[in-house]
């Protein structure tokens, strides 16, 4: 199905047509299974992906139900926008319980399941394989697991998106957020190309243009503080552009297992007192954040998509970020913001958009058009589409 353009997009008519799509290939009940909900404190733009995803389709009047693992201190069951989430197992428990409930049919029934998995997938194929599947992969995690887990358990996930996911999922259909991201699940996953589709990302309508920008030059970066989000990296460029510009600051915005290990780099670059943590803010903290910066920024090494560049350039604010698969679709080199290939390149850049307002004013005119198009709505009809194609591909 052609994807439908921003300027046509209504949301009740899309909605319509995900009722329409699904009825014509007998998809009522969608399972949807997810590691980690929405609500978890280390939640970031996969589990945004997922609850936006359910979201409409149950809009769209389809029976949703969300598996995903126990959230510390939450209900093990609750509804959220009409999708019944169902929390069991703990960050690695819900893959075996998943599995045990599946091969059981203790799911309840399902004309159709969506697996969003990062590396370690659920093998829904092998243990549901007569209901239509979808596997959402956001990026592939070959060559990054020694930043997500300790020794034994990153050869463990390294060898089973090596050898097991290839083996299961090959052959099924697949679907990723980016074009440069398919590329990866191709190479990697020796997957095959009629049956690997992109569904890019939306952005909420509260991502909008709007208030003041900061004073002073203003840098903010939206990440979960992990080894792969080359927050060493960003800051170590950041201290080239406070050189340049001692009135520059930074804004890291985001909790995570790395935070220590960032204060500690801050202080060794004698950067304490221009860079602020802000830990895990709400949505309508994030947006003021996307509002007054000048610039939003990513160093990270392996990204999807990177969603938070999006969700900037949704609020008029241009980017500045790593060359990698995922970025190459979040950000138009030239138009919306700036991609570079190395730490020079990072430092060089954001002197060049914060000095030069006439280059930073055309960028975020340009981020906002690259913005437009990027509807959740939109989102699901794809993933709805996919799931029906792989339906109809059965019968």
Known sequence: MEPIPSSELDRDAVHRAIAERAARSGIERVHLLAFRDLDDPDAGGSEVHAANVARHLAAAGLEVVHHTGRVRGAPAELQRDGVRVLRHGGRLGVFPRTARWLRRARLGPADGILEIFHGIPFFAPVFAPRVAHVGLVHHVHLGVWHHLLPAPGAAVGHLLERFAVPRVYRHRTILTIARSSREEVLRAYRADPALVGVADSGVADHFSPGGHREARPLVVVVARLMPQKGLGDLLQAFGAVRAALPEARLAIVGSGPERAAVERRVAALGLTGSVELTGFVPTDELVGWYRRAWVVASASVREGYNLTLVEGAACGTPSVARRIPGHVDA?????????????????????????????????????????????????????????????????
């Open 331 to 395: 950000v138009v080199d030239g138009t919306s913001g700036l991609l570079v290939d190395d730490v020079p390149g990072l430092a060089s850049a954001l002197v060049e958009v914060l000095t030069d307002d006439a280059l930073r004013e055309r960028l975020g005119r340009g981020a906002l058009e690259h913005a437009r198009p990027f509807r959740w709505e939109r989102t699901a009809l794809a993933v709805v589409e996919a799931l029906c194609q792989d339906a109809d591909r059965r019968r």
